[in-house]
């Protein structure tokens, strides 16, 4: 199956929900909080959702939506085209202006991520996938980083989980292990663009636990199709359900970063 037309709908849809953050950024804008005090929301999330879900189901009535800020997702099913939104990855970089979030819009069916946009509205680069067709930057090829073959060469990156409650999750991982093996590691605050980053070789590595399906599903694919290689943090397939967990690297570094994962 082609499937042009459906990326250049989560494209376009993408590039107007970037206007809605980018004119946003720095001004006063309603903020709250949802499951705790430091998952924050705020009103631009809100409108970015609106736009690219109703963009989406004026395109493909008959597709699923499941958006961040959507409470009330319908079920799914295997066979349906599901779209999974996030509007603004990165909110609490937003609130602290900081410009590095995203916006990621994913497209699924039985279980496969078909297409992706992640949208990084500040330096207006707009990574790009589609399975089987490659990962585009900008429209531009990309691949991952091909010269880090070992850890201790490779530039990682995680991220920890704004609801506290998840600190035992949190806690499989021995951070001190893991820095001491690498070159270095970071904490940019949006994952998506974080695996587009890893998709286009400048970061060579990733994980983080307890993300959901729109925080992924766009660059999971983009690193696969970039040839690089994403499991769960165990070494298994990735399945895109809640409070999942991810690691995406090269490829070539990819079973070494799992046993000290």
Known sequence: MNYDLFLKTAVDLALQAGEIIRNNFGEDFDRGFKS?????VTEVDRQSEELITLGLQKAFPEHVIIGEENEKAPETGRNSFTWY???LDGTTNFVYGIPFCSVSIGLCRQDRVLAGVVYDPFRRECFTASAGCGAFLNGRPVQVDKLRQTLPESLLVTGYPANKSFSERLNRIDYHRIIHRCSNL???GSAALE????ACGRLTGFWENTLMPWDVAAGSLMVEEAGGRVTDVDG???VLEPYLSIAASNGLIHDELLKFL
């Open 195 to 198: 695996l587009a980053y890893v």
């Open 36 to 40: 705790c005090p430091s998952d924050l």
């Open 236 to 238: 298994n397939k990735l």
């Open 186 to 188: 970071r904490a940019l």
């Open 85 to 87: 939104v996030d509007p």
